[in-house]
């Protein structure tokens, strides 16, 4: 969305240069993309947070671990006050994604999504990295309200507007409290046990994180 709307009200050049040197370091890369998020979710998401939902609730841990999530992105390159808001405000969606399931396969997908789709699908900086951009190299030409300028769509008023929108599709998902993937399990659970329950569980949450993340 973030990209389309750019494209729309700016420029983005894009190049392309696929060979078995840049297929080969995008796999690399895509290892790198999927345990970078798994790490950050463990810090962020995990036991620390966990901790601390228990010791001064939801609302107080989801601000404490978001603003330190921000934080840990502060000395990327290129950084800048509105690329820690963006950081904070996805640091939010991702602990509430965490509260919906308890476990972290929904917030790592987005994560894990929301990064892939940026640095390598569509060879953008992320978050002030382009290190991912190995098959795609694409340059957004606009204001730097709109572009985030060399940090990226993370640090713009363009990736603001998504990010909420992000919440807001999340809320409409979720807004009878039983998700698909939940109403599912409760079918499995009947012919599969808990094992089948489970899996299904976990594929669900993945799946649904990586749909958010790439929409992003």
């Not at 990209?3 to 696929?18: C, E, K, N």
């Not at 040197?21 to 890369?29: C, Q, V």
Request: proline share 3%; glycine share 12%; net charge positive.
């Amino acid at each position: 969305l973030a990209v389309a709307w750019i494209a729309a009200a700016g420029r983005i050049d894009v190049s392309i240069q696929l060979t078995r040197k840049s297929f080969e370091l995008g796999l690399l890369e895509l290892f790198i993309l999927a345990t970078g998020a798994m790490a950050e979710e463990l810090m962020f998401r995990s036991y620390p947070f966990q901790r601390l939902l228990e010791a001064i609730g939801a609302p107080g841990a989801v601000v404490v671990m978001s603003v330190l999530f921000g934080l840990a992105h502060w000395t990327n390159p290129h950084s800048s006050p509105l690329a820690m808001v963006n950081t904070f405000l996805i640091g939010v969606l991702l602990c509430l994604a965490y509260l919906r399931t308890r476990a972290l396969w929904l917030p790592w997908g987005i994560h894990f999504a929301w990064n892939a789709t940026l640095g390598l699908v569509f060879g953008l900086p992320v978050s002030g990295l382009t290190d991912f951009a190995v098959i795609v190299k694409t340059r957004a030409v606009g204001p730097r309200w709109m572009t985030g300028g060399r940090y990226g769509i993370e640090a713009s008023a363009v990736g603001t507007l998504v990010i909420l929108l992000l919440w807001v599709i999340a809320f409409f998902f979720f807004r009878d409290g039983v998700s698909l993937a939940e109403r599912l399990t409760t079918a499995v659970d009947r012919v599969g046990g808990e094992r089948g329950k489970h899996l299904l569980t976990v594929a669900g949450n993945t799946v649904r994180g990586v749909v958010y993340g790439i929409l992003g």
